[in-house]
């Protein structure tokens, strides 16, 4: 069994073509290989929940324990 992170650039063009991601999950196991698409969060999704919980830490308000509730309950938002 192989997994592995490949770019879509690596692949052959008709292979290329298929895929809207930049990079696939490649799975092979007992010689069947499957290519996953690899979607990547949103960078612009991401930064607003960095600078609040930055801001939290600065500030002293923020204890490991609400941390890792916190991080719990973004988990489960991000699906």
Not at 7 to 22: A, K, Y
Not at 33 to 40: I, S, Y
Request: hydrophobic share 35%; aromatic share 4%.
């Amino acid at each position: 069994m192989m997994d592995e992170i490949l770019s879509v650039n690596t692949l052959p063009e008709p292979l290329h073509r298929r895929f809207r991601s930049d990079r696939v999950r490649v799975h092979e196991e007992n010689g069947v290989v499957m290519l996953t698409p690899v979607q990547e969060p949103s960078k612009d999704a991401t930064w607003p929940a960095l600078n609040r919980l930055r801001a939290k830490i600065s500030d002293g308000k923020l204890s490991t324990e609400r941390y890792v509730a916190q991080k719990q309950i973004d988990k489960v938002l991000e699906g």
